[in-house]
């Protein structure tokens, strides 16, 4: 979406991070209304979860932003390179990232992209999140979600209300907060599937896995604070990312009825992500190879 450069900054004397957007991109408006978002929010923040926009501005009519450079590593690749944490090590991690978004939160702006792509670790353990061409702002324009591509989003992390189609809002983050929280305890994200479709589906229909039950040595108490953020309902989800930190600082008050609701209400699923959707196209494809195929025959046939 973007050519990112480390550059230097000869007036702080820092190493600093420019980004311009894909030239190829510049008349796609849903990919200029994503880095014109990120213009907006990243120059507005300021907490050290959050990476911290220097400025912005441009050159010969193409616009730049200029972020400060974070040396860490994706969570990501921590994950991969770790698997499982400890709960200790997990919470704290998942402490300082809620922090930021509650922080954006209530300078309010929705991130609605977070996954281990988007945030890196520094070599002190300190969480930076980035990308927020997504994010929801009160200026947000439809042009954001409607024209995104395929790629623009992981559905391993996207609410049932952003695969139905809908903006989402603050709760809409705390779903992401809490698989990551439960793929940082575990080593693996609670649904998962051999494609795109399955994911989604797991997200609207699946049962999800009772994290105390599927990792030795998570308590129920942990267990049911990511399972009230994996709701299915936003409704049923905390009302704030405060509350979910409330909850975390507070784990001997914290409600454990909610790992007998499971998920909540099944979601409707999309006709086109159904299996008898999938069937009918796989039929109509034989049938259309079936008549090419009869048609062929018959020029080939002697006459």
């Known amino acids: 979406m973007a050519d990112i450069y480390r550059a230097y900054d000869m007036m702080s ?4 991070v420019l980004k ?8 796609d408006p849903a990919q200029f209304e994503r880095f014109q978002r990120e213009l907006e929010v990243t120059n507005t923040l300021n907490h050290p979860s959050i990476q911290k926009g220097l400025g912005s501005g441009q050159y010969n009519r193409t616009p730049y932003l200029v972020t400060a450079f974070v040396d860490g590593k994706p ?42 792509e988007n945030i890196l670790i520094t070599a002190d353990g300190q969480p930076v999140i980035l990308d927020f061409g997504l994010a929801l702002t ?13 790629s623009a989003g992981t559905p391993d992390y996207m609410a049932p209300e952003q695969i139905e189609g809908q ?27 051999d494609s795109v479709q399955v994911v989604m589906q797991q997200h609207l229909q699946g049962a999800l896995p009772r994290l105390d039950h599927e990792q030795p040595g998570i308590s129920p108490q942990i267990a049911a604070v990511v ?8 409704a049923d989800r905390y009302a704030d990312v405060r509350a979910f930190l409330h909850d975390l600082d507070n784990l001997d008050s914290v409600d454990l009825s909610i790992l007998e609701k499971g998920t909540g209400v099944q979601t409707a699923l999309p006709f086109w992500y159904s299996p008898t959707f999938r069937t009918v196209v796989v039929s109509l494809l034989i049938l259309v190879a079936i008549v090419v195929l009869a048609l062929a025959a018959q020029g080939l046939a002697p006459k």
């Open 20 to 27: 311009i957007p894909n030239r190829m991109l510049i008349g």
């Open 138 to 150: 009160k200026s947000a324009r439809r042009v954001t979600y409607a024209n995104l591509t395929p």
């Open 167 to 193: 903006r989402g809002d603050e709760r809409t983050d705390l779903y992401a907060i809490g698989t990551m929280f439960y793929e940082l305890l575990s080593g693996r994200t609670p649904f998962s599937g």
């Open 227 to 234: 399972a009230r953020c994996l709701q299915r309902d936003p």
């Open 75 to 116: 969570l990501r690749d921590v994950v991969a390179e770790q698997g499982a944490m400890p709960t200790e090590r997990a919470t704290a991690l998942i402490r300082k990232i809620a922090d930021g978004i509650a922080y954006i939160h209530e300078h309010e702006v929705v991130h609605r992209d977070l996954k281990p």
């Open 13 to 16: 004397g820092q190493d600093v």
